[in-house]
C-alpha cells in the first residue's frame, strides 16, 4: 500500500512533505481527499507536553477515522530565552483568533515583544518539526525529527512560508522567509523530518505488507 495520508490541511506541509516523499513513489492524500466532501472529524485534543507526543496523538486519532497510515506532524518554535516557549503552544501563542494570517501576524507579534529586551546573541532559536506515522490499529511505525537552527530579529523579512518564518534569521543572514521554497524544503526542519522518515521508510514495495 502506497498511500499515506497527511493530516493536516495547512497546504504549505502538503507541499513540503510531498516535495519529499512523493519522487520516492508515496501518494500523499489530504484529509479533504478522504473525507470526499463529508464532514471532517473534530480535531484531537493535543495535550502532550512535547512534540513528539503531539504528532503521536494526531496520528493515530486520523489513522483510527481513515482507515489509512497517516502521518502527522507537530511542530513549533523554541526560543532560548524564553525558556522554550512557544514551543508546543506556537500556533496559538497570541490567543488570539481567526483565520491562519490572523493568528500568524499577531503570534509574530508577541514574540518581537518577547524578545525585544534581549540582545540579538541571546535570541538563539530554532524551529522543531517531528513526523508521526500511525497505522490504523494504533501502532506507531515511526517518529522523525528535524530542527532548523537560527535566531529571531525583530524586523520580519521576506514573503515565503508562514508561521514564524519572517523572524528565525539563518547563519547566511537570511530569515527562513526569504529561501525560496525549492531551498527551504531542502534545509527546513520539516524537510529534514521528511528525509529521516522516507529513509526509514523506504519506497513503497520496500514497507512489510500490509
Not at 134 to 148: F, K, Q, T
Not at 200 to 207: C, V
Request: hydrophobic share 40%; with cysteine.
Amino acid at each position: 500500500m502506497n498511500t499515506l495520508l497527511l493530516a493536516t490541511s495547512n497546504p504549505h506541509k502538503v507541499e513540503e512533505v510531498s516535495a519529499v516523499l512523493a519522487p520516492l513513489g508515496w501518494n500523499i492524500c489530504t484529509l479533504e481527499d478522504v473525507a470526499n466532501g463529508r464532514p471532517l472529524p473534530s480535531e484531537p485534543v493535543e495535550d502532550a507536553p512535547d512534540f513528539e507526543g503531539n504528532a503521536a496523538i494526531k496520528a493515530k486519532a486520523y489513522a483510527a477515522w481513515s482507515g489509512l497510515p497517516t502521518l502527522a506532524d507537530d511542530s513549533g518554535l523554541v526560543v532560548d530565552v524564553l525558556d522554550g516557549a512557544p514551543g508546543v503552544h506556537s500556533a496559538r501563542w497570541s490567543g488570539v483568533e481567526g483565520d491562519r494570517a490572523t493568528r500568524d501576524a499577531a503570534n509574530n507579534q508577541k514574540l518581537i515583544q518577547a524578545v525585544a529586551p534581549f540582545p540579538e546573541s541571546d535570541r538563539t532559536a530554532r524551529f522543531v518539526c517531528v513526523l508521526c506515522l500511525a497505522e490504523p490499529d494504533g501502532n506507531i511505525r515511526h517518529l522523525a525529527r528535524g530542527v532548523m537552527e537560527g535566531h529571531i530579529t525583530t524586523h520580519p523579512r521576506g514573503g515565503n512560508g508562514f508561521g514564524y518564518d519572517p523572524l528565525l534569521v539563518l547563519s547566511e543572514g537570511c530569515t527562513s522567509a526569504e529561501l525560496p521554497a525549492q531551498e527551504k524544503n531542502g534545509r527546513s526542519h520539516r524537510g529534514a523530518a521528511c528525509r529521516a522518515l522516507a529513509e526509514a521508510l523506504g519506497q513503497p514495495q520496500d514497507r512489510d505488507p500490509q
